[in-house]
């Protein structure tokens, strides 16, 4: 059963970056995150493109949002020590919408797979993993 409802977690980002840029975790299930972000000026590149720091905000933030709702009991929270991403695609307008996964809910470390798409075009423009190191208080 997940910890943390997606209400919670956008109340507890509206201050922070996930909330600045308009992140919104829309479903948290006891597997899986989903979250979207429309695409506006300020997430772009320079070159007109969306800015790939984008993506991996979107898919960090979703994979967050998964570990702190599968945090095991004791620990107090996490912090992502590794994360790696393919960049497939880009857009410049719509929605992003990401699917984050639960690949493994250890007591020590949770990775996560994230998959960020177009919704407009179904196009995948992100593949994405991390690692979470969950933490407890002494």
Request: hydrophobic share 40%; charged share 15%.
């Amino acid at each position: 059963m997940p910890k943390i409802t997606p209400e919670q977690f956008n109340e507890r980002s509206a201050g922070c970056l996930p909330g600045h840029l308009g992140i919104v975790i829309t479903a948290v299930t006891d597997r899986q995150v989903h979250a979207e972000l429309p695409v506006r000026p300020y997430a772009m590149a320079p070159n007109g493109f969306l800015h790939a720091g984008t993506l991996v905000t979107l898919a960090d933030t979703s994979c967050g949002a998964g570990c702190i709702a599968l945090l095991p009991d004791g620990a107090n929270g996490f912090t992502t020590i590794e994360l790696k991403s393919n960049h497939l695609g880009t857009a410049r307008d719509g929605t992003i919408e990401c699917v984050a996964t639960v690949a493994h809910q250890g007591k020590s470390t949770q990775v996560w797979d994230a998959v960020v798409t177009h919704r407009e075009t179904g196009r995948t423009l992100a593949l994405f993993r991390c690692t979470q190191m969950v933490l407890y208080t002494k």
